[in-house]
């Protein structure tokens, strides 16, 4: 298994563009299953977790053509309804076949995803949001069984005890494009990849009303034809790149950045020390030209993460990185995942100070972390172990790193072209790491590149 070797002290400068969003290319993906024609997706990431979204959507009886940051759905063969054990259990993501798959062909039997690093991912909200559309739904051998002749729009409330479910509302306003009637999703997710999702479907010829808002209106059609799509740029990507530059007290210019959905980090970036600064304020604020920088000491923060418009979970790992290096001591909660602190132990042999009671961590400020090997857990946290060494004294070695690989494309090759000095290696195979080929180009003659392509 790959690892990082990561040399910190590296500030890092220069120019970068963010990629496509991971979070919403799957549930978009997803979608292409509802339409009897093809549909296109452009400025899809190139990431592991896409990948096997696309085999699943092979198995599903679907065509997939994969070009340069293109991915082109096509139904063949409607007959294959099954989504494998094998497949949901290596990305929980495929759950949001579970909907589309139901509406179109009346049929789907979906492997019930597992758990995760950071506990129990349910989906009864995605259950009881299909069956108040009608659906008959059992669990059989570790499976979802869902059958329905025509679902029937309802109002539905999709709410559950950490708030709105995002992949949850993914399926069920998906499914509710082709019942019959009108349907209503009261206590929606409001996350950005939910009105792009929406924008898809409208473009396919849905009536939805309402995404990105906690209330969703979708009146039922009789059938769903192609699109052609360009996926939102990945605002968690976005601001994991924005705080790598913070941490190493740098000054990165970022195209192609979210603005206007990172507008709770951005406000808790602010107050601690960390300018995100708009170049360009005639650009679209959800894809604009963003410069960062920050003081040299940073103050300390109070985060608790919420569904959107709140402080995003998905970012909570990579803040931590950030504040452990703050003056004084911050305060994190996590209020979507509650065990969502595999990163915490990782941090703490790297000499950060960390106190963690239940669903919160006191982060006591240090003066530096060092560098140590550590284990990378699930997705951002590898990120944050990541940030972390790149800002610890000496080196660090993060292993399991196909975790980032799931998330972020070529996270080395993209801060390496900004001055870090990460080397990806696999200790299985014998021959020493390549030297990394590091191209720094001063902030000002910078010219613009895209994220690391192939
Ligand atoms: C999406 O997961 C994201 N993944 C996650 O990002 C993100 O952390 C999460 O939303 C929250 O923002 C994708 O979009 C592919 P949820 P999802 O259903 O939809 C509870 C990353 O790092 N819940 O919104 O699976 C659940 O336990 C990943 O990119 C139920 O109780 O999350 C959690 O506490 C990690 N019952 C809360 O709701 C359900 O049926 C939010 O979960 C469903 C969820």
Same mark, same amino acid.
């Given at each position: 298994m790959d690892e990082f070797r990561i040399q910190g002290g590296t500030r890092l400068a220069g120019r970068i563009r963010i990629d496509g969003s991971k979070n919403a290319s799957l549930p978009l993906t997803a979608a292409a299953l509802l339409a009897g024609e093809p549909v296109t997706l452009r400025?899809? *990431?190139?990431?592991s977790d896409i990948s096997n979204l696309a085999h699943l959507m092979g198995e599903l009886g679907c065509r997939v053509d994969r070009g340069e940051g293109t991915m082109t759905i096509e139904e063949v063969d409607p007959s294959c309804t099954h989504a494998r054990y094998e497949i949901v259990s290596t990305m929980?993501?495929?759950?949001?076949v579970l909907g589309p798959l139901l509406a179109k062909r009346k049929q789907a039997r979906v492997a019930m995803p597992g758990g995760c690093a950071f506990g129990a991912r349910p989906v009864d909200l995605h259950l009881r949001g299909l069956r108040a559309l009608g659906a008959q739904i059992e669990l059989s051998g570790g499976d979802i069984i869902a059958k329905a002749d025509r679902l029937k729009g309802a109002t539905i409330f999709l709410g559950g005890p950490f708030g709105s479910t995002v992949l949850g509302t993914a399926n069920v306003m998906s499914a509710a494009t082709l019942a019959e009637g009108r349907t209503i999703i009261e206590s929606a997710a409001c996350e950005p990849e939910i009105a792009d999702v929406a924008r898809l479907l409208n473009a396919m010829g849905a009536k939805i009303s &309402?995404?990105?808002?906690p209330r969703i209106t979708i009146d039922g059609v009789e059938e769903l034809g192609g699109a052609d799509h360009i996926v939102i740029p990945d605002r968690i990507v976005a601001a994991t790149y924005a705080v790598a530059a913070a941490i190493t007290n740098g000054d990165v210019t970022l195209e192609y950045f979210p603005h206007d959905c990172l507008l709770a980090p951005i406000d808790l970036l602010q107050n601690v020390g960390v300018n995100v600064n708009r170049l360009d304020m005639s650009e679209e604020p959800t894809r604009c030209t963003v410069q960062v920088t920050s003081e040299r000491r940073l103050k300390p923060g109070v985060i608790s993460t919420q569904p959107? /418009? &709140?402080? *995003?979970t998905d970012l909570q790992a990579q803040m931590m990185a950030l504040l452990c290096l703050a003056d004084g001591n911050s305060i994190i909660t996590e209020?979507?995942? *509650?065990?969502?602190?595999?990163h915490v132990a990782e941090l703490t042999r790297m000499g950060a100070q960390l106190i963690r009671q239940g669903p919160t961590v006191m982060v006591q400020g240090v003066r530096r972390l060092f560098g140590a090997p550590v284990m990378a857990s699930d997705l951002r946290a590898s990120a944050c172990l990541v940030l972390a060494g790149m800002v610890a004294e000496g080196e660090t070695i993060v292993s399991r790193v196909y975790h980032l690989d799931r998330g972020y494309a070529r996270m080395e090759e993209v801060l390496n072209s900004l001055g870090a000095n990460i080397q990806r290696f696999? /200790?299985?195979?014998k021959h020493e790491p390549e030297p990394p080929v590091i191209t720094t180009v001063p902030a000002a003659k910078a010219k613009p590149s895209t994220v690391a392509t192939k």
């Open positions: 400025n899809v *990431p190139d990431l929980r993501a495929s759950i949001c &309402g995404a990105g808002s959107y /418009p &709140g402080f *995003p209020k979507i995942f *509650p065990e969502r602190f595999m696999n /200790p299985e195979r």
